[in-house]
């Protein structure tokens, strides 16, 4: 590590120092050492002193400033802090002219480009809130600041003030645009750092007007229409200039309570409202809520109200669309998805309603309902003695805020007495997830007790590679978006091709969403995808239809074939395999030719091959089409010798070597692998890897 103070300079200095948000950088020079950085304009105001002064004191004479109930409790974090640099989080009382405040601190540190490690502290006052007898249940502990029930309280009072006044009261939403992006880039104390700076920020700009932070990174004001445009630009500059340097935005929605009287939340529901519509829309920073969202207003309170019946009533239906396995072209499971048929307003998809229910914590209500709905239906294809393929069931992130999902699906899944492996949970990336830990461990107890669990729309803007690293999944489904711009002239194939091989490698199945023509089905296979779904396929459809043995001429994978599909899908052609009795090969990657082939009944295909197989298979003379093909008899389409030693290979499941000559022309030196089987229905896979092949060369002389 590197010791010599580190410097800011310039713009860069100048922009941090002028901060109004608290927070100060120091560093531990000669081991024990506290040199200060940098200090903002903030602190200065909060420890009402200038920079020199709390320069000296932090540097020289900390220890006495603090209340000394606090003193120990606040020295051994402090020690810990510095030790192993891990997140520092706590409350202690600072003497600041006369009188002890309550001051939260949380501080973080990094390492810097040249090697420094600084230390970033940020400081709210909470005085008033440890003061306060029902801390919890008026005010926010990280902030400081009034939550949702005080602020009805407050708002209630102040607009009825403005309006006596004459002045019209105007309600706006703060959102911090991509708060789940911070969160996971840059850890949790330095996004609880920006939502403590955003409430300080708003305090400074607003003032004396009610400040609330209502949930997550949500915070309204109710003020009034004077100068907005200009404070929320003020807000913005003010945020961004952070000490961490992450380039933090905010969004408003604005709500003029101009006419009539709303109830003080319907009117912040409409400042929500706007505020939403412009989330995803990063050139604009406000949006005043008008005519034109009433409809939206409207259709979200349908929703809440009617929820309830709708679930009673059962006009929320099952419906399934197919998901098909590259290797089969069957059915190999399906997804259960929602629809809401209401007498009123008809046909109601998903986006629609889910987001509402989540906002409003009601997803837990039907994703268990649509639970119940599977099982009925598994149950029923059972008494109907119809295949049985897996269903999965979409369950939102925000359910595992609210409740004990494992716990909820067990209880259910029991109670139908349906075996575990006919349940995928699909977890879904739509909101942001406090506990971490808690989500890996019901992932965990999920695949532990028979579940699989799939992550659902990867490479939407929700997801991140961290995502991949740090929880397990069975299989990770590629968002819809991978294949609306999709394009065998474009580079968004060759990303594609890249994901789906970094994931193999992880050894996690792939899914594509979105699969709308032949042309990205060949692709994906090719790139070694193990299960597709789309409108090539399969619209979803009511959950009824598919009462039939086969729909839109799909046939079924029988469910007992599925561990030798898994063991061929986890056959990886492009890296190093490992078996009990072989490991070490590498293939497409160094150009090695591997292809998988399948036996059954003395005929054979090739389910899976890699590129440099194909190019192997047009040097043979043979069509590298034919790995599209059905089976071949392979008394007319093998070599003697190759039967001899794939037979030996399927029987003995030991690895075989073969010398032999294809074609009469193309030497080979190649290695067989049994890689899966199948004894029930005759069925043997075996990974062909061409060591070698020699084209014979053209004649020197005539
Ligand atoms: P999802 O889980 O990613 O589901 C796939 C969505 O893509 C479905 O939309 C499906 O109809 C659509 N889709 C499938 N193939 C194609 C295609 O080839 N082209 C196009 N353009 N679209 C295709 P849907 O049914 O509207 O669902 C939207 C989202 O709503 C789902 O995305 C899922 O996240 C959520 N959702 C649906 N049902 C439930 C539910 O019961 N609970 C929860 N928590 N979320 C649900
Ligand atoms: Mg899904
Ligand atoms: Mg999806």
Same mark, same amino acid.
């Given at each position: 590590m590197n010791d010599t103070l580190y410097e800011y300079y310039g713009r860069q200095k100048n922009d941090m120092e002028s901060s109004a948000v608290p927070f100060l950088i120091f560093q531990m020079l000669n081991e024990n050492e506290l040199k200060v950085v940098l200090i903002s304009d903030?602190?200065?105001?909060?420890? $009402?002193?200038? #920079?020199?002064?709390? #320069?000296? =004191?932090?540097?020289?004479?900390?220890?006495?400033?603090?209340?000394?109930?606090?003193? %120990?409790?606040?020295?051994?974090?402090?020690?810990?802090?510095? $030790?192993?640099?891990?997140?520092?989080?706590a409350v202690f009382r600072k003497q600041i002219q006369n009188e002890f405040r309550s001051i939260h601190v949380c501080g973080d540190s990094h390492l810097t480009d040249t090697g420094e490690r600084l230390y970033v502290v940020w400081c709210s006052d909470v005085t008033d809130v440890v003061n306060a007898e029902k801390i919890n249940t008026y005010y926010d502990k990280l902030t400081g600041l009034p939550n949702m029930t005080s602020f009805g309280i407050f708002a209630e009072q102040e607009r009825a003030r403005m309006k006596n006044r004459g002045i019209v009261p105007a309600f706006v939403y703060f959102d911090i645009r991509d708060m789940k992006a911070i969160n996971e880039k840059h850890g949790f104390a330095k996004g609880n750092g920006i939502l403590a700076g955003t409430a300080f920020v708003l305090k400074d700009v607003f003032g004396k007007d009610a400040i609330a932070r209502f949930s997550d990174d949500h915070f309204v004001v109710l003020t009034q229409k004077r100068h907005l445009e200009q404070?929320? %630009?003020?807000? @913005?500059?003010?945020?961004?200039?952070?000490p961490m340097g992450i380039p933090v935005q905010v969004c408003a929605g604005i709500f003029m309570d101009d006419r009539k009287e +709303?109830?003080?939340? /319907?009117?912040?529901?409409?400042?929500?409202?706007?505020?939403? /519509?412009?989330?995803?829309?990063?050139?604009?920073?406000?949006? &005043?809520?008008?005519?034109?969202?009433? @409809? %939206?207003?409207?259709?979200?309170?349908?929703?809440?109200?009617?929820?309830?019946?709708?679930?009673?009533?059962? +006009?929320?239906?099952?419906?399934?669309?197919?998901?098909? #396995?590259?290797?089969?072209?069957?059915?190999?499971?399906?997804?259960? !998805?929602? #629809?809401?048929?209401?007498?009123? $307003?008809?046909?109601?998809?998903?986006?629609?309603?889910? /987001? =509402?229910?989540?906002?409003?914590? !009601?997803?837990?209500?039907?994703?268990?309902?649509? !639970?119940?709905?599977?099982? %009925? @239906? !598994?149950?029923?294809? *059972?008494?109907?003695?119809?295949?049985? &393929?897996?269903?999965? &069931?979409?369950? /939102?992130?925000?359910n595992f805020e609210i409740c004990d999902v494992f716990d909820e699906v067990l209880a259910i899944v029991n109670e139908f007495n349906i075996a575990h492996n006919l349940l995928t949970i699909e977890i879904t990336e739509s909101a942001f997830i406090k506990n971490r830990q808690f989500l890996e461990n019901q992932i965990n107890k999920f695949r532990e007790s028979g579940f699989n669990v799939w992550m659902d729309d990867f490479g939407s803007e929700y997801s991140s590679l961290n995502t991949l690293q740090e929880y397990s999944f069975d299989l990770i489904k590629l968002d819809m978006r991978f294949m609306k711009n999709f394009s065998l002239t474009g580079k968004n194939h060759l990303i594609l091709s890249d994901v789906i091989s970094m994931i193999s490698r992880l050894g996690v199945n792939t899914l594509a969403e979105g699969v709308q023509t032949k042309e990205q089905l060949h692709f994906l296979r090719d790139a070694g995808c193990d299960k597709v779904q789309g409108y090539l396929f399969s619209k979803p459809m009511p959950c009824e239809y598919f009462l039939k043995k086969s729909r839109n001429g799909l046939q079924y994978d029988d469910i007992k074939k599925s561990s030798y599909y898994d063991r061929i899908e986890n056959t990886n052609l492009e890296l190093p395999v490992t078996f009990d009795n072989y490991s070490g090969f590498f293939g497409d990657s160094t150009g090695i030719a591997a292809a998988v082939l399948e036996f059954h009944n003395a005929k054979f295909k090739i389910l899976k091959a890699n590129n440099a197989y194909k190019e192997f298979l047009e040097a043979s003379g043979e069509d590298p089409e034919q790995i599209y093909s059905d089976y071949y008899d392979w008394e007319m389409d093998m070599t003697?010798?190759?039967? *001899?030693?794939?037979?030996?290979?399927?029987?003995?499941?030991?690895p075989e070597m073969i010398n032999d000559i294809i074609n009469e022309k193309v030497e080979i030196n190649a290695r067989l692998i049994n890689v899966a089987y199948d004894p029930h229905n005759d069925l043997g896979a075996i990974l062909v890897i061409i060591n070698r092949y020699d084209t014979p060369s053209p004649p020197l002389l005539p």
């Open positions: 903030g602190i200065c105001r909060l420890f $009402k002193g200038d #920079r020199s002064q709390i #320069r000296y =004191v932090l540097e020289n004479d900390i220890v006495t400033t603090v209340h000394p109930e606090d003193a %120990e409790k606040i020295a051994t974090v402090w020690k810990q802090f510095l $030790k192993e640099h891990n997140e520092f989080d404070k929320i %630009e003020q807000v @913005n500059d003010q945020i961004l200039r952070n +709303y109830d003080i939340f /319907s009117s912040v529901d409409r400042a929500r409202l706007a505020c939403r /519509s412009i989330k995803k829309d990063y050139a604009r920073r406000y949006r &005043v809520f008008d005519r034109d969202m009433f @409809n %939206e207003y409207h259709q979200r309170r349908h929703i809440l109200t009617h929820f309830d019946e709708a679930l009673e009533n059962g +006009y929320i239906k099952l419906y399934y669309q197919p998901i098909i #396995r590259t290797i089969t072209g069957k059915i190999c499971d399906m997804e259960a !998805l929602a #629809r809401w048929i209401d007498p009123e $307003k008809g046909m109601m998809p998903p986006s629609q309603f889910i /987001s =509402v229910l989540e906002d409003n914590r !009601l997803i837990n209500k039907l994703d268990f309902y649509m !639970l119940r709905r599977i099982c %009925e @239906n !598994l149950a029923e294809r *059972k008494r109907q003695d119809m295949p049985l &393929v897996p269903v999965s &069931v979409n369950i /939102s992130r925000t003697p010798q190759f039967q *001899k030693i794939a037979k030996k290979c399927l029987q003995s499941r030991n």
